[in-house]
């Protein structure tokens, strides 16, 4: 049979699903941004400031910043698997994500009454886990909210909210310092505020979606064909 394309496949036919979906972004997943956004306006503002702060202002040594830097970078790993496991486990990602964006919300708190190293240090370390018990379950968030086509992009608006948050944190705090030389607790206030702003949108605005267990189906089994038996004595005669 000859090809009546002329041997061109049709596009239509490889044009992939997604192509074929239009994008709907989800209020959910803008209502998620906004909050990694207020968070990060509120950590990155201290992070920010935080080496001149702890050596200048309290007067500890860089070795003594460098110890609490490495408590930042890494204690969040720990809880981040276990934050996971227990998101999936309980079927509620909102209330792991909420404990985790409170807990960071109650360190800012402790910003305006650290005097010393180690209450920096566990205030930094409790601003951490808090990160780390928020992370899964955020991202559980949106994968259910997120069309599966464009999984994809919608991460990428959530991350691009998160970025914006990231950028505008540290140019906040330092305008602060030069309105206010050693306007470290002004800081540390505004930081307060944009964390409790963002713990309140995602308790009164983002809807907790319960997710079930995963329920096994079982395998199908192909349909048998019916065999017909023959009698012993048709048997006997065909013999």
Request: aromatic share 6%; charged share 15%; with cysteine.
């Amino acid at each position: 049979m000859s090809d009546r394309t002329g041997g061109q496949k049709d596009s239509q036919s490889e044009m992939p699903a997604a192509a074929a979906t239009a994008f709907r972004l989800s209020p959910v997943i803008i209502w998620l941004g906004i909050v990694s956004m207020m968070t990060d306006i509120s950590s990155e503002s201290v992070a920010a400031i935080l080496p001149l702060y702890v050596t200048g202002f309290l007067g500890l040594s860089t070795i003594a910043f460098g110890i609490i830097d490495g408590i930042n970078q890494g204690a969040s790993a720990i809880v981040r698997i276990a934050a996971g496991w227990v998101s999936d486990r309980t079927g509620q990602p909102k209330r792991v994500a909420v404990a985790g964006y409170g807990l960071s919300m109650v360190a800012r708190i402790g910003f305006l009454f650290a005097g010393g190293f180690w209450t920096i240090a566990g205030i930094v370390t409790g601003d951490r886990i808090g990160k780390g018990i928020r992370t899964a379950p955020r991202d559980a968030l949106i994968s259910e909210a997120a069309q599966p086509e464009h999984l994809a992009r919608s991460f990428g608006v959530h991350r691009m909210l998160d970025s914006v948050g990231a950028a505008t944190g540290p140019l906040l705090a330092f305008l602060v310092l030069v309105l206010i030389p050693n306007g470290f607790s002004t800081v540390f206030i505004v930081s307060l505020a944009f964390s409790a702003i963002g713990v309140a949108v995602l308790v009164l605005i983002v809807p907790g979606r319960r997710r079930g267990p995963a329920v096994a189906v079982p395998p199908s089994r192909p349909p048998q064909r019916a065999v017909r038996v023959s009698s012993g004595r048709s048997c006997a005669g065909a013999r």
